[in-house]
Structure formats: C-alpha cells, structure tokens
Nanobody, 128 residues
Framework: QVQLVESGGGLVQAGGSLRLSCAASGRTFSAYSLGWFRQAPGKEREFVAAISTNGRNTYYTDSVKGRFTISRDNAKNTMYLQMNSLKPEDTAVYTC?????????????????????WGQGTQVTVSS
C-alpha cells in the first residue's frame, strides 16, 4: 500500500516558478517509479513527467521539456516537480502517482492506466 500527498501548489504569475512535493508513505518508496499528471478544467488528465526508482531515468511531455524538472529523494520518501517559466496553460490540478507494484529494470511509465496509487492533487494557477 502506498499513500501519496502532494503540496506546494498555489497562485503564481506567468514566468514564475513553483516546486511541488509528493510525500509517500511506506518503506518501499525507493522501489517504485513515480509520475506526475495534471488535469485542467474541462480537460482530461494528462501525463507530465515520470522518474525511475533511482532517479536516473526521467521523461517529460513535450510541453514542459526544458521548463520542468522531476526529481526524488528516496531518503525522504519524497518526489518533486520543479516548475519554471510557468505559463497560463500550465494551470491545472497536479497529482502524483505510483504503479500497483514495485518497478524493475529502471522502468518509467507515461500511460495513466499503468498507475494505481494517486494523491489528492494540488492546484496550480498561473495568471497572465
């Protein structure tokens, strides 16, 4: 069982930065690859970024490449999403997620159906 809790959302002007955190329960945090998703009003949830168990393998959706950085600190059971150069179109509820089983071979997942555990989400609003 994995429980995920996000924090760090808020209101920021375009061009600003925010850092989201995803704190996880459980002693096997380091054995799960993780992902960030977001859902804007009236839109479907979309993949944002993913990170492997040791943090060496990462993947981003095209719209955030070069602006967002995903990372993790396994000693603190926490994953992060550093968001720079924010745009109004980044406005959404951001949610972290973990797959149903521990991950092998440094895999990462971009598909929503690969994930089973979800946090409650944190709101990010970017004003123009």
């Amino acid at each position: 069982q994995v429980q995920l809790v996000e924090s760090g959302g808020g209101l920021v002007q375009a061009g600003g930065s925010l850092r989201l955190s995803c704190a996880a329960s459980g002693r096997t945090f380091s054995a799960y690859s993780l992902g960030w998703f977001r859902q804007a009003p009236g839109k479907e949830r979309e993949f944002v970024a993913a990170i492997s168990t040791n943090g060496r393998n990462t993947y981003y959706t095209d719209s955030v490449k070069g602006r967002f950085t995903i990372s993790r600190d396994n000693a603190k059971n926490t994953m992060y999403l550093q968001m720079n150069s924010l745009k109004p179109e980044d406005t959404a509820v951001y949610t972290c997620a973990a797959p149903p089983q521990t991950t092998i071979w440094n895999q990462i997942f971009t598909a929503e159906y690969k994930y089973h555990y979800w946090g409650q989400g944190t709101q990010v609003t970017v004003s123009s």
